[in-house]
């Protein structure tokens, strides 16, 4: 039975889609080229607001018990 296992294995591999490296390189370049921009622009003050807000809370959360003690440790 692993033979047919290992079988389904390099089926798998020898089926999965690959682009030439050539062509990997020019959609790489088109797409730094298109969100380049917009990755150095700075992070809106509403955004930075809500992130503050996030970390504040997750600062008041109060620590989870340890698997199997939440429900019946009354």
């Not at 062509?23 to 370049?29: D, E, N, R, S, V």
């Not at 380049?36 to 959360?61: C, H, I, S, T």
Request: net charge negative; glycine share 6%; proline share 8%.
């Amino acid at each position: 039975m692993s033979d047919s296992g290992d079988n389904n294995n390099n089926n798998n591999k020898a089926a999965e889609p690959t682009l030439e490296p050539l062509l990997q390189a020019h959609i790489g370049k088109q797409l730094k080229e298109m969100f380049g921009a917009m990755a150095r622009e700075p992070v809106p003050e509403r955004f930075k607001l809500l992130l503050d807000q996030l970390e504040a809370a997750e600062k008041r959360k109060p620590v989870a018990e340890p698997a199997g003690r939440e429900a019946g440790a009354k």
